[in-house]
T-cell receptor, first 115, second 114 residues
Framework: GAVVSQHPSRVICKSGTSVKIECRSLDFQATTMFWYRQFPKKSLMLMATSNEGSKATYEQGVEKDKFLINHASLTLSTLTVTSAHPEDSSFYIC???????????FGPGTRLTVT | AQKITQTQPGMFVQEKEAVTLDCTYDTSDPSYGLFWYKQPSSGEMIFLIYQGSYDQQNATEGRYSLNFQKARKSANLVISASQLGDSAMYFCAMTLNRDDKIIFGKGTRLHILP
C-alpha cells in the first residue's frame, strides 16, 4: 500500500524558535496533502489543505502566519511552526491523497514539545 | 457543515465478543464517504473500512463491517470476535467527495478485556 512518512517523529524546541515538519509520500505522487493537529486524548483537527504549486487553504481559526505550509513538489509538504510557544505542543499528522476520495494515507505523526 | 458524532467516549468489552461502535453524521451533500480509523497508543492512523454514500451494500473488511443506515445517517462499526490487539482509539470520519477533506469524530476508546 501507499506509504507516507513524516520527519521528525519527535522534536523538542525552545519557546520562540521555529520548527519544520516534513511530510513525504514515498511511493506515489500527491497533489493534495492535509495537516492535522491532535491534542492528547482528543480527535484530529484539520488545520489546512496543502496543494502542490499553490497556496495552502487554512481552516477557520488556524493562523496562516504561524503555521506556514509549503507544498513544493508532488511528494513533499512541509509545515513550519513559527515562533513556537508551549501551547503549540501537540501531535501533528499529515495525510496524502493518492486517487479516489477513500485513498488517503496518513503519516505516523510528529510529536512537538515546546519548552 | 458536516459533522461526525461519536457518543461513546469509552467501552470495555470481553475478548472474543462482538463490538459495535456508534457513529452518526450530518451533511446535506448527497455524495460523501465514511471511514473508520484505528489509532493505537503509538499514534499512527490505521485505515479500517470505507463506505461510499452511493454504495448499496454495507462495507466489510475481514472482522470489520460497517452498518450503514443512510436514512438514519448512521455508520456504526462492528468488530466481530474481538481480540486484545483491538484495544485502541477508534475514529469515525467523513469526507465530502467534492473536496476530500476528512473530518473526524471525537473517538471511542475501546478496551478489550482478557
Amino acid at each position: 500500500g501507499a506509504v507516507v512518512s513524516q520527519h521528525p517523529s519527535r522534536v523538542i524546541c525552545k519557546s520562540g524558535t521555529s520548527v519544520k515538519i516534513e511530510c513525504r509520500s514515498l511511493d506515489f505522487q500527491a497533489t493534495t496533502m492535509f495537516w492535522y493537529r491532535q491534542f492528547p486524548k482528543k480527535s484530529l483537527m484539520l488545520m489546512a489543505t496543502s496543494n502542490e504549486g499553490s497556496k495552502a487553504t487554512y481552516e477557520q481559526g488556524v493562523e496562516k502566519d504561524k503555521f506556514l505550509i509549503n507544498h513544493a513538489s508532488l511528494t513533499l509538504s512541509t509545515l513550519t511552526v513559527t515562533s513556537a510557544h508551549p501551547e503549540d505542543s501537540s501531535f501533528y499528522i499529515c495525510s496524502a491523497r493518492q486517487g479516489g476520495p477513500y485513498e488517503q494515507y496518513f503519516g505516523p505523526g510528529t510529536r512537538l514539545t515546546v519548552t | 457543515a458536516q459533522k461526525i458524532t461519536q457518543t461513546q467516549p469509552g467501552m470495555f468489552v470481553q475478548e472474543k465478543e462482538a463490538v459495535t461502535l456508534d457513529c452518526t453524521y450530518d451533511t446535506s451533500d448527497p455524495s460523501y464517504g465514511l471511514f473508520w480509523y484505528k489509532q493505537p497508543s503509538s499514534g499512527e492512523m490505521i485505515f479500517l473500512i470505507y463506505q461510499g454514500s452511493y454504495d448499496q451494500q454495507n462495507a466489510t473488511e475481514g472482522r470489520y463491517s460497517l452498518n450503514f443506515q443512510k436514512a438514519r445517517k448512521s455508520a456504526n462499526l462492528v468488530i466481530s470476535a474481538s481480540q486484545l490487539g483491538d484495544s485502541a482509539m477508534y475514529f469515525c470520519a467523513m469526507t465530502l467527495n467534492r473536496d476530500d477533506k476528512i473530518i473526524f469524530g471525537k473517538g471511542t476508546r475501546l478496551h478489550i478485556l482478557p
